[in-house]
Structure formats: structure tokens, C-alpha cells
């Protein structure tokens, strides 16, 4: 099948070159022209474990292309998927459409024979009803079906997901839409992966409901990790006692210190938004969203403890930027409250992260930045881990209190093990695993 994915972002370049590999022929869309070329020469616009391999491939083989032209894309095409970004609104917390509106009107222009509109952002409910009526606006001789199909990606396990999903949701409204879907995931219906067939606003709500759900896992762990702090328990051991009733899960109870990223502090807040709108709040995510919020700037208290009290005119080395490991996306990362407090607090910031620097350096003012964790330490009073890259996990430690001006570290992500830091002479502190440590 034809196949138009508008808008080369992290979504439309994943979902594109993974349905190219799907055997489709998928022609990716997007405005930026500077983007556009280096998407023709080869270069990824973002790091995403074997995306450029896959890209490469299916270029090779011709059936994955790159164009700023709409129009002539959308012609022909059995499907048009619409990944354009969906930011939080700037004031109010709502999702942005505008992006998602104008790619609609662009798609409207082009049609021809029908086709089948799929929003692949995450979008609040009732989209597709709007996505609808402005192509029949601009098109009322439009032969269409718009389907919502939400994207369950996780950023650095992306090419993973979408080729082997837990699930593929599908708010479809006619049975021809219902036929052309299933034809673009056949794949995976011959692998039986699950498939959710639904009513569009359904499926538009599930994504939020999905991504909430997941947030509020990880911030009920983290308060309890809070509260084995304060209590002496061991909050792994508490995920884990809990984690293995299969009603409750054992995924997402890692403590630490917040979640960021691109999806759940937008969409959370999103779903907050029309829920509020609706007049039916969602209290539980409100919450959610608040203790969030105040926690990772919080995790410069642990920092602060660690050193005694103060870290006026000491220096911090701190390993891993980016919310989480094997991505280069700073966006929402605690890194940036728990740097920002730091910095409030008169500390100086040593930095190394694998793959974040460079995003680091449009959201940070005033970091030193080094290109191994070892000369990031020399010197430095305290070592905070934020992201566990695996690099950060087996650190050479004679090696760091030989550098360290002292042996404190922070590990927000809990990769050491206490008792054998303890044995190693460190003044260690992690999240939720007994008594917090301080200097002296
Ligand atoms: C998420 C969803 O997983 C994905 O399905 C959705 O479509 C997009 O949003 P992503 O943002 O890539 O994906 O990251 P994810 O791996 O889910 O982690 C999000 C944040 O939660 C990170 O900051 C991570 O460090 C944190 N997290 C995750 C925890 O703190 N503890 C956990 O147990 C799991």
C-alpha cells in the first residue's frame, strides 16, 4: 500500500520506516526543508537505537522516501498518517492542535480517490471529529475515513515497539477503514499481536488514560520510596512484593527521581485539561502531576544532605542529562529542576551525558561539560547519578575516589548496591532504599 506519513518527527520517522519494513511504500512528509535533506543524505534528526539502519534500508530498497511536497505524497495514497507534534499549549496545559489542524487542510488539497486519515499523535478526544470536518471543509467531494491510532513508543525501544506491540488500538468508524488498517499492520496480525478495535473517541482516550496510568505508577513508588526513607524499608523490595500480584505488575516501579520526558508530563497535563472541561476531573492525575512536579526539584535536597548541608561554591559532577537512557531528549528532564536547584544553592556543574550535551546546552546555562564520566568527577565534590545510562553502572570506584575531592554519591536511579558502596568507604545516598547518609 501507499502510505503518507506527515510530519518526520520521533513518531511519523519510527512509524514510517518501520511500516516501509512492513513492505508498504512510505513516502515521510514534513515542513522543514533543512530536515528533509538530511533525512534524503542519510543523517537521523534524532538518536534512536537502529533507526538510521532501517532508514538506510528501506531507502535502499525504495520504498521509503522523504519530500516537503504534500500534495503530490497524498495523491494516491490508501492511507495518510498525520504524526505531527502536539505540544503542551503555552498558559493553559491543553495540547496544541494547530499543527495537527493545518496538516489536515494541507491533506484536504491532495486527496483523491479514497483514503484513509489516521492521527497517530496523541490527541485529545473528539480530534478526529475536527480533523473530519475541516477536510470536508476544504474538500466536500472528499471520499475519507478518519481513524484515530495511537502511538505506544517508548523513546530508545521505539523500532521494538512498534514491531512487536503489546497492542495496536484502532478507532475506526466504517468497516472500509477497518479493511485498509488491517491491511497496513497485517504483519502483525499474523502474528497475533492484540489488536483493539474501538470507536474513535475511545481510542483517542486510551492513549491518555494509557500514559496516565503509567505516570501515576511511578509516582505512587516514588512516594513510597519517601516513605521507606523515613521508615527504613527497602522500596525495591516493596515494588517487587508487589510488582509480582499480576493484577498489580511488576513494570514501572522503579523509584526515582521523577518522570520527564516528552509524553507523560504533556499528556498528563492535556487529559487534566479536558477532563476539567468536561467537568469531570480527573483528580487522581492532578495530583499526580503536582507531586511530580515538586519532586524533582527535591532531589537537589538529597544533594545537599549528601554534602552537608551545603553546596555553596562546591562542585557537582553530574552523570546522565537526558529523562532517561539511550535518548538524546532532554525534554521534561529532572536533570533540569535538579541542576537549576543546584545552581540556586551556589553549587558549580561538572556534566557528562553519552548522547545529551548538545540538547543540554539549549535548556542549561553555566554547566562545564566533559566527555567521560571519570574527568567529570576529577575534582568535583559529589557525584549525582540522574540517568542510568549503562556506561554509569559499573564505574570504576577506586578510580572516582581518587578523582573526587570526597566520596559522595547520589544515585538517583538505585544501580549501586548500598552495602557494597557502604564497604567501598562512599557516602552514599539512592531513593527509597533506608536511612539517607550525610557527610560526617
Ligand atoms: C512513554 C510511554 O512509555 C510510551 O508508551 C508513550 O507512547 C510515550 O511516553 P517515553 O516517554 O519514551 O515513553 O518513556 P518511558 O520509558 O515510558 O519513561 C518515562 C519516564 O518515566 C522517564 O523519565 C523514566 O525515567 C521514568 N520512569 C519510568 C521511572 O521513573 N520509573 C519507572 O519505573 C519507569
Not at 474538500?139 to 497492542?167: T, Y
Not at 498489580?248 to 479536558?274: E, Q, R, V
Not at 529542576?337 to 542549561?364: H, Y
Not at 576529577?378 to 575531592?405: H, M, Q, S, Y
Request: hydrophobic content about 40%.
Amino acid at each position: 500500500m501507499r502510505i503518507t506519513m506527515v510530519g518526520s518527527g520521533y513518531v511519523g520517522l519510527v512509524s514510517g520506516a518501520c511500516l516501509a519494513d512492513f513492505g508498504h511504500v512510505v513516502s515521510c512528509i514534513d515542513t522543514d526543508v533543512k530536515k528533509v535533506e538530511a533525512l534524503k543524505a542519510g543523517k537521523m534528526p534524532i538518536f534512536e537505537p537502529g533507526l538510521e539502519e532501517l532508514v538506510a534500508k528501506n531507502v535502499r530498497q525504495q520504498r521509503l522516501s522523504f519530500s516537503t511536497d504534500l500534495a503530490s505524497a497524498v495523491e494516491g495514497a490508501g492511507a495518510v498518517f498525520i504524526a505531527v507534534g502536539t505540544p503542551s499549549r503555552r498558559g493553559d496545559g491543553h495540547a496544541d492542535l494547530s499543527f495537527v489542524y493545518e496538516a489536515a487542510r494541507a491533506i484536504a488539497a491532495g486527496l483523491n480517490g479514497f483514503t484513509v486519515i489516521v492521527t497517530k499523535s496523541t490527541v485529545p478526544v473528539g480530534t478526529g471529529d475536527e480533523v473530519e470536518r475541516i477536510i470536508r471543509e476544504v474538500r466536500p467531494d472528499a471520499d475519507i475515513s478518519v481513524v484515530s491510532n495511537p502511538e505506544f513508543l517508548r523513546e530508545g525501544a521505539a523500532i521494538g515497539d512498534f514491531k512487536r506491540p503489546d497492542r495496536i488500538v484502532l478507532g475506526v468508524e466504517d468497516k472500509r477503514a477497518e479493511v485498509v488498517m488491517t491491511e497496513i499492520y497485517r504483519p502483525l496480525f499474523l502474528n497475533h499481536a492484540p489488536f483493539v478495535f474501538t470507536s474513535r473517541r475511545t481510542s483517542e482516550l486510551t492513549k491518555y488514560a494509557a500514559n496516565a496510568f503509567l505516570a501515576t505508577k511511578i509516582t505512587f513508588i516514588n512516594e513510597i520510596a519517601d516513605l521507606c526513607e523515613q521508615v527504613g524499608a527497602n522500596v525495591q523490595d516493596v515494588a517487587r512484593g508487589i510488582g509480582l500480584d499480576q493484577r498489580i505488575g511488576s513494570k514501572f516501579l522503579h523509584a526515582g527521581p521523577g518522570y520527564g520526558g516528552s509524553c507523560f508530563p504533556k499528556d498528563t497535563s492535556a487529559l487534566i485539561k479536558t477532563a476539567q472541561d468536561y467537568g469531570s476531573p480527573i483528580r487522581i492525575v492532578e495530583m499526580v502531576a503536582a507531586v511530580n512536579d515538586q519532586r524533582k526539584r527535591a532531589m537537589a535536597r538529597k544533594v545537599l544532605t549528601a554534602c552537608g548541608g551545603s553546596v555553596r561554591g562546591k562542585t557537582i559532577a553530574i552523570l546522565g542529562l537526558t529523562f532517561k537512557p539511550n535518548t538524546d531528549d532532554m525534554r521534561d528532564s529532572p536533570a533540569i529542576s535538579i541542576i537549576t536547584a543546584l545552581q540556586d544553592a551556589g553549587a558549580k556543574i561538572n556534566v557528562f551525558d553519552p548522547e545529551g550535551m548538545d540538547q543540554a546546552r539549549l535548556v542549561l546555562n553555566d554547566l562545564t561539560f566533559f566527555y567521560d564520566p571519570y574527568s567529570c568527577c576529577d575534582k568535583a565534590d559529589a557525584l549525582v547519578i540522574v540517568t542510568e545510562w549503562d556506561a554509569f553502572r559499573a564505574l570504576d570506584l577506586d578510580r572516582l575516589k581518587e578523582l573526587l575531592n570526597a566520596p559522595i554519591m547520589v544515585d538517583l536511579r538505585n544501580i549501586y548496591d548500598p552495602e557494597e558502596m557502604a564497604r567501598q568507604n562512599f557516602t552514599y545516598s539512592d531513593v527509597g532504599r533506608g536511612k539517607q547518609t550525610a557527610l560526617n
